[in-house]
């Protein structure tokens, strides 16, 4: 195994509101290894942002605060160093792409310049004829046409996809090792989403940088990650590569997930919700978060008493759950059935 690149352990995030404490990610553990996707999947308000965010310093703290926990990068522990270092990390290193590309552009200012400047404020030294030379290659990487053009137009000229592909250019201006992409096409419509992945793809090519691709979108995971993350109310509840996920989830709420959500790969008509809602993140069920919705808790005791742990399932490290009875799942061949038989 080679060494991660990035390493979350334990965090914990709270926010404090008026109705009281909301705990947006409890004890949240994984590995980001060179060159690999890793998914994050789960439902709206899971703690898939808020778990990313922390690390790049972006959550407003208070009203949010960290608990605990670590993210190692290179050795050093993000949660803790200096503001200024962090700021020069993140943009350059460690670059992130939003749903909403004006986060990133600012719309008084020529995009190719925004580019140019942010080459240039981690290339001392970089020409300004040189940072215009290297933007519009990335312009045209990204597939925005007459790049030299458009170098000059304000991001008002732009199509919310040609801004989607601008930003992705600025965030991978910088070789970063690692890439943070939350929702990266969930604004875009149909077509255009598809163009995007195809960016992203070529994005990762030209980089080999590490991606975590946070998404709703369960056909985004199967095309583009190596493994996928599922969180269930702030806790990582299945960790695997993407085909045993896909193949032989091992938490009912996978399960549950795959049934529910849109999947291009299986271009299935049916949908089953999972029934029920998400539950308060200020008073969570006791034992397992999930076992109100969870047909297969029914009767057993231990899912409402007892949380249930993030364990190695199988041999080894590599498929983790947090099913007390992840065996059983697999026994009983509910998950194959239920995840992958279009009816
Ligand atoms: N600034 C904040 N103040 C209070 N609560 C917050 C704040 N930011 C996030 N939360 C809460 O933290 C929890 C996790 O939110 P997060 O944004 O990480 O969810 P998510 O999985 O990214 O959802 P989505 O898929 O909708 O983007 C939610 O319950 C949310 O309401
Ligand atoms: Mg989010």
Same mark, same amino acid.
């Given at each position: 195994?080679?060494?991660?690149?990035?390493?979350?352990?334990?965090?914990?995030?709270?926010?404090?509101?008026?109705?009281?404490?909301?705990?947006? /990610?409890?004890?949240?553990?994984?590995?980001?290894?060179?060159?690999?996707?890793?998914?994050?999947?789960?439902?709206?308000?899971?703690?898939?942002?808020?778990?990313? +965010?922390?690390?790049?310093?972006?959550?407003? +703290?208070?009203?949010?605060? =960290?608990?605990?926990?670590?993210?190692?990068?290179?050795?050093?522990?993000?949660?803790?160093?200096?503001?200024?270092?962090?700021?020069?990390?993140?943009?350059?290193?460690?670059?992130?792409?939003?749903?909403?590309? +004006? #986060?990133?552009?600012?719309?008084?200012?020529?995009?190719?310049?925004?580019?140019?400047?942010?080459?240039?404020?981690?290339?001392?030294?970089?020409?300004?004829?040189?940072? @215009?030379?290297?933007?519009?290659?990335?312009?045209?990487?990204?597939?925005?046409?007459?790049?030299?053009?458009?170098?000059?137009?304000?991001?008002?000229?732009?199509?919310?996809?040609? @801004?989607?592909?601008?930003?992705?250019?600025?965030?991978?201006?910088?070789?970063?090792?690692?890439? %943070?992409?939350?929702?990266?096409?969930?604004?875009?419509?149909?077509?255009?989403?598809?163009?995007?992945?195809?960016?992203?793809?070529?994005?990762?090519?030209? #980089?080999?940088?590490?991606?975590?691709? %946070?998404?709703?979108?369960?056909?985004?995971?199967?095309? =583009?990650?190596? @493994? /996928?993350?599922? +969180?269930?109310?702030?806790?990582?509840?299945?960790?695997?590569?993407?085909?045993?996920?896909?193949?032989?989830?091992?938490?009912?709420?996978?399960?549950?997930?795959?049934?529910?959500?849109?999947?291009?790969? =299986?271009?299935?008509?049916?949908?089953?919700?999972?029934?029920?809602?998400?539950?308060?993140? %200020?008073?969570?069920?006791?034992?397992?978060?999930?076992?109100?919705?969870?047909?297969?808790?029914?009767?057993?005791?231990?899912?409402?008493?007892?949380?249930?742990?993030?364990?190695?399932?199988?041999?080894?490290?590599?498929?983790?759950?947090?099913?007390?009875?992840?065996?059983?799942?697999?026994?009983?061949?509910?998950?194959?059935?239920?995840?992958?038989?279009?009816?």
């Amino acid at each position: 195994m080679p060494e991660p690149v990035l390493s979350i352990r334990d965090l914990t995030v709270e926010f404090k509101t008026e109705d009281g404490v909301v705990r947006a /990610v409890t004890d949240v553990t994984y590995d980001l290894f060179p060159g690999e996707t890793l998914g994050i999947v789960g439902e709206s308000g899971s703690g898939k942002s808020v778990s990313v +965010m922390t690390m790049l310093g972006l959550v407003p +703290m208070p009203p949010g605060k =960290l608990v605990g926990g670590e993210a190692l990068y290179k050795g050093r522990d993000l949660l803790k160093i200096p503001k200024k270092e962090l700021r020069n990390i993140r943009g350059g290193e460690v670059a992130m792409i939003f749903q909403d590309p +004006m #986060t990133s552009l600012n719309p008084v200012f020529k995009i190719g310049d925004q580019i140019s400047e942010a080459l240039q404020t981690h290339r001392d030294g970089l020409s300004d004829g040189d940072a @215009r030379k290297k933007t519009i290659e990335l312009l045209e990487l990204v597939g925005v046409p007459y790049a030299e053009r458009r170098y000059d137009q304000y991001p008002h000229e732009f199509s919310g996809g040609m @801004r989607q592909r601008a930003m992705i250019a600025m965030a991978i201006a910088n070789d970063p090792t690692v890439l %943070i992409a939350d929702e990266p096409t969930t604004a875009l419509d149909v077509t255009i989403q598809a163009q995007i992945i195809e960016v992203m793809r070529a994005a990762q090519d030209e #980089t080999n940088a590490a991606t975590i691709l %946070i998404t709703h979108d369960l056909g985004l995971v199967a095309e =583009l990650a190596d @493994r /996928v993350v599922v +969180m269930y109310a702030g806790r990582v509840v299945e960790l695997g590569d993407v085909h045993t996920i896909f193949n032989s989830p091992r938490h009912p709420y996978t399960v549950g997930l795959m049934n529910s959500l849109a999947r291009v790969d =299986l271009d299935r008509e049916w949908l089953e919700p999972i029934p029920g809602q998400p539950p308060s993140m %200020i008073s969570p069920p006791p034992g397992c978060a999930f076992h109100p919705r969870c047909a297969f808790s029914r009767g057993r005791e231990r899912c409402r008493t007892e949380i249930p742990p993030l364990r190695g399932f199988g041999d080894g490290l590599a498929h983790l759950s947090a099913c007390h009875f992840a065996e059983e799942l697999e026994a009983q061949h509910v998950t194959a059935a239920l995840a992958l038989e279009p009816s």
